[in-house]
C-alpha cells in the first residue's frame, strides 16, 4: 500500500479519534441530549441533501460509463435484497427493530467512495482510474440509498399498518411508502436534482456555491460522528455480528463483483480493477448516519465503520495483488 493511502486511512482513524475524545468529554453534552443524534439529523436533513441535489443536477446521463455501472451496480444491489430478505426474515426471532434490515444491508453495501476510494484510485490507477472511479461515484449514493431507503420504509409501512387499524389494506402502506420514500431528505433531493437538470439550465453561481459549501460538510462530519457514537454508545455486546458484516463488506461483495463484472459484463484490466476495488473498500460513514436516522442497529453500525476500516488495511493490498495478477485474463 502507498505511503498516500495509508496517510489517508490514518486521517480517517485520525478524524474518528476526534470525535472519540469530543463524546468522551462530553463536551457537546451528556449522553441525555443526544448530541451525536443532533448532528446526525444535521447531516441528514441539510448538508447530505444539498450535496445529493447538487450532484444529481450537474450530473450528465450521457457521460457515464453504463457497462461499468451496471457491473458494479447489479451484483450490488442483488447481494441488498438477498442480504435483506435473510434479514428480515430472522428479524423477529432476534427481536431487532423493524429498520434493522435496511439498516444492516446498507452497512454492507455501502463502501467508504470519497475518503479512502479516491485516494485508492489516484495513487494507484492514476488519472484515468481516477475519472472512472468518479464517474461511479457521482451515482454510488443515489442508487444504493434510494433502494435501501425505499425497503426501510416499506418495512415502516408494514409495521405502523399491523399497529393500527387495517383500514385501507395493502393500499394504505403502499401509498405511507410512496410518500415517506418520496418526502425523504435523500429521495426528494435526487428527485429534485433530476428535475432541474431536465430543464437544462446550469445552477447559478451564488446557488452552486452554497450547495457545494453545505456538501462538503457531510464527510468530516460523519467521520466526527462515528467517534462520538462509538463514545457514547460503545462496541455491542457481541463483534460477531459486526465481523459477520465487515466480511460481507470487504470479501464476499468484491469478488461477487469480480465474478459478475468479469463473467457477465466482460470487463478487463483497468475498468475492473476499478469496480472491485469501489466494491472493496470499507464500510462508509453513511451508514451510521442511516442507522441514526431509523434508530437501530447504531452500535453495531459503529463497530463495522471503525472494524472494516482497521481490516481494509490487509485486505486492500490482497485485492490489488489478485487484479494486479489476473484481471486481464480472458
Known amino acids: ?8 486511512l490514518l486521517a480517517v482513524m485520525l478524524i474518528v479519534g476526534f470525535g472519540y475524545i469530543v463524546g468522551r468529554l462530553r463536551w457537546l453534552g451528556a449522553a441525555e441530549a443526544e448530541p451525536a443524534r443532533v448532528l446526525s439529523n444535521a447531516a441528514f436533513y441539510m448538508f447530505a441533501p444539498a450535496l ?10 450521457a457521460a457515464l460509463p453504463w457497462p461499468m455501472i451496471a457491473a458494479f451496480f447489479v451484483p450490488v444491489v442483488a447481494l441488498m435484497l438477498v442480504h435483506y430478505a435473510a434479514q428480515r426474515w430472522r428479524r423477529v426471532e432476534r427481536g431487532l427493530p423493524a429498520a434493522a434490515p435496511a439498516v444492516r444491508t446498507i452497512a454492507v453495501a455501502f463502501g467508504n467512495s470519497l475518503q479512502i476510494g479516491i485516494p485508492i484510485a489516484a495513487g494507484v490507477f492514476g488519472e484515468t482510474g481516477l475519472g472512472l472511479h468518479l464517474a461511479l461515484v457521482s451515482v454510488h449514493a443515489l442508487v444504493l440509498l434510494l433502494v435501501v431507503t425505499t425497503l426501510v420504509e416499506l418495512d415502516l409501512a408494514r409495521e405502523r399498518a399491523q399497529g393500527a387499524s387495517r383500514v385501507g389494506g395493502l393500499g394504505a402502506v403502499l401509498w405511507a411508502t410512496l410518500r415517506n420514500t418520496v418526502v425523504h431528505p435523500v429521495v426528494l433531493p435526487v428527485l429534485a436534482g433530476a428535475a432541474w437538470r431536465a430543464t437544462g439550465l446550469p445552477l447559478p453561481g451564488p446557488v452552486d456555491e452554497v450547495l457545494q459549501l453545505l456538501g462538503t460538510a457531510v464527510v468530516p462530519l460523519c467521520l466526527t460522528l462515528i467517534g462520538m457514537s462509538l463514545a457514547y454508545l460503545g462496541f455491542p455486546r457481541s463483534l460477531r455480528g459486526a465481523l459477520g458484516l465487515t466480511l460481507l463488506k470487504l470479501i464476499v461483495q468484491p ?12 470487463l478487463r484490466g483497468l475498468p ?4 472491485v476495488m469501489l466494491a472493496a473498500l470499507p464500510s462508509g460513514t453513511n451508514a451510521l448516519m442511516f442507522a441514526q436516522r431509523y434508530r437501530a442497529q447504531e452500535a453495531e453500525t459503529t463497530a463495522v465503520n471503525v472494524i472494516s476500516t482497521l481490516a481494509f488495511v490487509a485486505t486492500a493490498p490482497a485485492w490489488l495483488w ?3 495478477a489476473f484481471s486481464n485474463i480472458d
Open 1 to 8: 500500500m502507498s505511503a498516500a493511502i495509508a496517510y489517508k
Open 52 to 61: 445529493f441535489f447538487r450532484t444529481t443536477a450537474r450530473l450528465d446521463p
Open 255 to 266: 469478488a461477487l463483483v469480480w465474478a459478475v463484472a468479469w463473467g457477465v459484463f466482460g
Open 272 to 275: 475492473l480493477q476499478v469496480v
Open 322 to 324: 489478485l487484479l494486479t
